[in-house]
């Protein structure tokens, strides 16, 4: 199996490692790498080898930093409302994986990086990762299910002061409000993240399925209707003044100026 924009191993313990390789420009979802991640864990799902599986991003840099927003500039509502159906279906697919899905967060987890991670069963970060939903600081909402996924892995207040400061969080806090599950050196991090995915790779792999099934359950009341909700309204920011000048201004690199509209 051979993904334009991903790059795949399998270990001796049935641990696929998955690493989203644009490191240049931080590992950013665009279109090639959603259907790549789309039809990769449809792959993995299907592959009696695989029990486990460890998502990274490539370089030291970044896990991801976001969708790519230059595939932002110029979208009208109706089409980043289908955008951000686009990315919760990607990511429902992952959240929905009968094997155990780990985020090695090794850099930037920002907007999309974050919703991604948020979507992984388990979450480890290296010691200097950061996390955020910067979304508001380009005049949109997250659209990929972070406005779901957050308030239920850290409540809504918290989730309410990442979304709506924009601002970064560090791996240790996120360790502190339940985001991350544990902290790894950077150099450490993959070998960490494959130690535990092998450990749970060694259990009964229908009671590991079924274990998810039944923990999705307990958390998931209502993330069909918020999950719809989220991305009318993530279509909706594309129809103000705001979002065209904030992702304009992204682009030309400079501080955007916000008018309300
Ligand atoms: N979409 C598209 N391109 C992105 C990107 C994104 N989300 N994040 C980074 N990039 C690109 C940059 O445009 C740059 O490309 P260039 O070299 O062709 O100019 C490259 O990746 C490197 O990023 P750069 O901004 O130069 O690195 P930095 O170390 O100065 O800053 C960040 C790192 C993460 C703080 C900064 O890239 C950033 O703010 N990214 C956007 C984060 C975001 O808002 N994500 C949510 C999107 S909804």
């Given at each position: 199996?051979a993904?334009g924009?991903l ?8 641990v696929a ?9 931080l590992?950013?979802l665009?279109a090639a790498?959603?259907g ?8 993995l ?11 990274t991003?490539?370089?030291r840099k970044a896990?991801v930093?976001?969708?790519d927003?230059?595939e932002?500039?110029?979208?009208a509502?109706?089409?980043a409302?289908q955008l ?7 990511f429902d697919?992952?959240?929905?994986c009968r094997?155990?899905?780990l ?7 920002l907007?999309g990086?974050c919703?991604l991670?948020l979507?992984?069963h388990?979450r480890?970060a290296a010691?200097?990762?950061s996390?955020?939903?910067?979304e508001?600081?380009?005049g ?18 918290t989730a309410?002061?990442i979304i709506l400061?924009?601002e970064r969080?560090s791996a ?5 409000i339940g985001?991350?599950?544990r ?16 450990r749970?790779?060694s259990k009964a792999?229908l009671a ?8 999705r359950?307990?958390?998931n ?5 918020g999950l719809?909700?989220e991305?009318?309204?993530f ?9 065209a000048?904030g992702?304009?201004a ?7 100026n916000?008018?309300g509209?």
């Amino acid at each position: 199996m051979a993904y334009g924009t991903l790059l795949l191993e399998v270990d001796d313990h049935g641990v696929a490692l998955v690493t989203i390789n644009r490191p240049d420009k931080l590992n950013a979802l665009n279109a090639a790498v959603l259907g790549d991640l789309d039809q990769c864990f449809k792959d993995l799902e299907d592959d009696d080898q695989v029990r486990a599986i460890v998502i990274t991003g490539s370089g030291r840099k970044a896990f991801v930093a976001g969708a790519d927003i230059s595939e932002f500039a110029g979208l009208a509502e109706e089409d980043a409302t289908q955008l951000a159906r686009r990315g919760q279906g990607v990511f429902d697919r992952i959240e929905q994986c009968r094997k155990p899905v780990l985020a090695a967060v090794n850099g930037f987890a920002l907007g999309g990086g974050c919703e991604l991670a948020l979507a992984c069963h388990i979450r480890i970060a290296a010691e200097d990762a950061s996390f955020g939903q910067p979304e508001v600081n380009i005049g949109i909402i997250p659209g990929y299910g972070g406005t779901q996924r957050l308030s239920r892995v850290v409540g809504p207040g918290t989730a309410a002061e990442i979304i709506l400061t924009g601002e970064r969080i560090s791996a240790q806090r996120g360790y502190e409000i339940g985001l991350v599950n544990r902290l790894a050196t950077a150099d450490g991090l993959i070998d960490e993240a494959l130690r535990v995915a092998g450990r749970i790779a060694s259990k009964a792999p229908l009671a590991v399925a079924l274990a998810l099934d039944a923990i999705r359950t307990s958390t998931n009341g209502g993330l069909e209707e918020g999950l719809e909700r989220e991305a009318v309204l993530f279509g909706r920011t594309f129809a103000t003044e705001d979002a065209a000048e904030g992702i304009g201004a992204f682009m030309e690199k400079r501080k955007p100026n916000f008018k309300g509209r």
